[in-house]
């Protein structure tokens, strides 16, 4: 993938914020001696006039009632621009750098940001897309003319923005429930009312039965904003590489759930806990991930990313879907390398993060990214270089079947003495236990493209040699990973097998277990675990399909352990015609779902007088 840059250069930003500044001070000097009071900008509620020299200062409270304004006309550039929407991207920044101020952000000697927040903080203004692409090609780019209707009566919501085309929200029957708090931290879970059971109970029905036209009618005329059904359809648009669409379905899912959530449940906390046994709970972190993928895919890793510490925090000791097999990629793509280097050195003493081989690689690669800001100062970039260097060292002795597909994925040739020694070749990852296969095999598929750069490989080559150098001198250190190798590593748990699934990384997924890939899996609920707390059931049925039907053979076949030739018990003249069955069955599927989106027509939510204040989570 093409990457986008993520970060724009200091002389840039600061001259945008001198722009900013002085465009802000030449509007107060011309209105400060009508006597008027500073006047509160639409929709987010910013106020034009506040001064720009002081952002961290809390607004303060008066009696005094509010002096009005006179709107101004607006006035246009000779581009036929106007200055609101000149504006717009000034007021956007002051907006970060008030937020970075109220953030507890430190500064060091040499000028780098330190930030003293909480490891899993989450901002608000990271959770939505639009902001960061914003930053790559600024508003108008990315808004347009949209900007204005954007703003009109829509709920405050912070994990998506409603669109005008999507179903009206009403009441879906999911309600979250406070369970219990101890220690400061509190344990909610979501629940299914009564309407919701049936609907939920029907959409296990239709599954089962794999009747192609089931599934879009249950949106449409039992509950439109059904989780469940959404991340179902949302696979289907992703298989067929309608990634809009797959995207617009997760976003109507996890604005279902938004709109359930408990008054007292907090995304910045970090103290709210869901219970993954809970199946309830499930779609909330399946919907979460898929997005953030999709986000990722998108182009918005800092986005993604931000999304990414949400699911980690909803249950940090458990981590259900194996998210820090991710958080280190997501890192390094959004370019946060101090956030990942500091959360190996937090994290590392209680949860051994060296262990993992995407933290032993991309650890000390991001330790390098750091020694080439030049905004550091010398020592700093020498402290980063060193670790970076003892670091990877220590990756490779324990990982060592990494290097060899590496190079291969980033089509580069390694040396004869590289190449002929046997600590790195074929040896290093036949002998590997299966559970380490597939951690590296994650790893190598997934991050890869991080490694192309010349300069990580001029710096990756001289470490090898030296690895090698402490493989023949018989280091103690070699013989020591290779025993933690053979013993920490007999078999991955479960949570590993189910971000496998849901990453769908073609190297990883070839080396699942026989285990894992001879029972069935559904993209809505992939490896259910196997301590469930089930609240409600639904009754046997009698009558079981006795075959498969194309929609049944499509599902199926987004598993790894999909093989329609060894599936399908029929004779071969039937298994020619399963192929074009199946894609027939899709398509109707898919045109089916299209003209449901496209013709359904909903009536318009009655407009509030305060749409932005706080609404009714019930």
């Known amino acids: 993938f093409a990457q986008i840059t993520a970060e724009e250069s200091e002389d840039e930003l600061s001259s945008r914020e001198e722009r900013g500044d002085a465009r802000l001070s030449e509007r107060d000097a011309a209105e400060g001696s009508k006597g008027a009071v500073t006047e509160e900008t639409k929709g987010d509620g910013q106020r034009d006039g506040e001064e720009a020299e002081q952002p961290d200062q809390t607004p303060m409270l008066s009696n005094k009632p509010r002096k009005k304004k006179k709107k101004r006309k607006t006035k246009k550039t000779s581009a036929g621009e106007t200055l609101e929407d000149n504006d717009l991207e000034d007021i956007d920044s002051l907006l970060e750098k008030i937020e970075d101020t109220n953030g507890l952000l430190q500064q060091t000697q040499s000028g780098i940001i330190a930030d003293s927040r909480p490891l899993l903080y989450i901002e608000h203004r990271n959770l939505n897309p639009e902001n960061e692409l914003k930053r790559y090609f600024g508003a108008r780019a990315v808004l347009g003319d949209q900007r204005q209707r954007q703003?009109?009566?829509?709920?405050?919501?912070?994990?998506?923005?409603?669109?005008?085309?999507?179903?009206?929200?009403?009441?879906?029957?999911?309600?979250?429930?406070?369970?219990?708090?101890?220690?400061?931290?509190?344990?909610?879970?979501?629940?299914?009312?009564?309407?919701?059971?049936?609907?939920?109970?029907?959409?296990?029905?239709?599954?089962?039965?794999?009747?192609?036209?089931?599934?879009?009618?249950?949106?449409?005329?039992?509950?439109?904003?059904?989780?469940?059904?959404l991340l179902l359809l949302s696979d289907v648009c992703r298989m067929q590489e309608d990634q809009e669409m797959a995207r617009e379905l997760v976003e109507q899912a996890l604005y279902s759930l938004e709109c359930s959530f408990h008054p007292l449940f907090s995304l910045t906390s970090g103290t709210c806990r869901l219970d993954y046994r809970r199946p309830e709970n499930r779609s909330f972190f399946l919907a979460?991930?898929?997005?953030?993928?999709?986000?990722?895919?998108?182009?918005?890793p800092r986005t993604a990313l931000e999304f990414c510490k949400l699911i980690l925090s909803l249950d940090p000791e458990n981590d259900p879907l194996c998210v820090l097999l991710l958080i280190d990629f997501l890192s390094l793509r959004a370019r946060e390398y101090t956030f990942l280097t500091r959360m190996f050195q937090e994290v590392e003493s209680h949860r051994n993060l060296s262990q993992l081989p995407n933290f032993a690689f991309s650890v000390p690669l991001a330790y390098f990214f750091l020694s080439q800001q030049e905004e550091r100062s010398e020592l700093e970039q020498s402290q980063a270089r060193e670790k970076a260097a003892r670091l990877i060292q220590l990756a490779l002795i324990m990982f060592p079947s990494v290097l060899m597909p590496l190079l291969d994925h980033c089509s580069v040739q390694p040396d004869a003495r590289v190449a002929s020694h046997s600590f790195f070749g074929l040896n290093a990852q036949i002998s590997?236990?299966?559970?380490?296969?597939?951690?590296?095999?994650?790893?190598?598929?997934?991050t890869h493209s991080?490694?192309?750069?010349?300069?990580?490989?001029?710096?990756?080559?001289?470490?090898?040699?030296?690895?090698?150098?402490?493989?023949?001198?018989?280091?103690?250190?070699?013989?020591?990973s290779e025993h933690k190798r053979k013993t920490l590593y007999q078999s991955a748990p479960r949570n590993i097998y189910r971000h496998i699934i849901l990453s769908e990384v073609k190297e990883a997924m070839a080396a699942l277990p026989l285990e894992v890939t001879s029972q069935p899996v559904m993209g809505y609920d992939p490896l259910p675990p196997l301590d469930s707390i089930v609240s409600y059931t639904r009754p046997e049925r009698t009558n079981r399909p006795s075959n498969e039907s194309t929609l049944s053979l499509f599902f199926r076949s987004l598993l790894p352990n999909f093989n329609l030739q060894g599936d399908i018990r029929h004779e071969r003249d039937e298994e020619a015609g399963a192929g074009q069955d199946?894609?027939?069955?899709?398509?109707?599927?898919?045109?089916?779902?299209?003209?449901?989106?496209?013709?359904?027509?909903?009536?318009?939510?009655?407009?509030?007088?305060?749409?932005?204040?706080?609404?009714?989570?019930?």
């Open 151 to 229: 703003r009109q009566c829509v709920r405050g919501t912070w994990l998506t923005t409603p669109q005008s085309t999507w179903p009206r929200y009403t009441r879906t029957g999911i309600v979250m429930e406070l369970v219990d708090t101890k220690g400061g931290v509190q344990y909610f879970t979501f629940e299914h009312h009564r309407k919701y059971q049936e609907v939920q109970l029907k959409f296990l029905e239709n599954v089962e039965t794999m009747d192609p036209n089931s599934v879009v009618p249950l949106l449409q005329a039992l509950e439109p904003y059904h989780v469940d059904s």
């Open 432 to 446: 590997q236990p299966p559970a380490l296969n597939q951690l590296t095999s994650l790893y190598v598929g997934r």
């Open 288 to 300: 979460l991930f898929k997005h953030l993928m999709l986000l990722e895919k998108r182009g918005c």
């Open 450 to 480: 991080l490694w192309k750069d010349p300069a990580v490989m001029a710096w990756l080559e001289p470490n090898v040699h030296e690895v090698l150098r402490m493989v023949d001198a018989r280091d103690p250190l070699v013989e020591e």
């Open 582 to 618: 199946l894609n027939q069955g899709v398509n109707r599927l898919m045109a089916a779902m299209r003209d449901m989106l496209a013709n359904i027509q909903f009536q318009e939510p009655p407009r509030d007088d305060n749409p932005e204040g706080d609404g009714d989570w019930d």
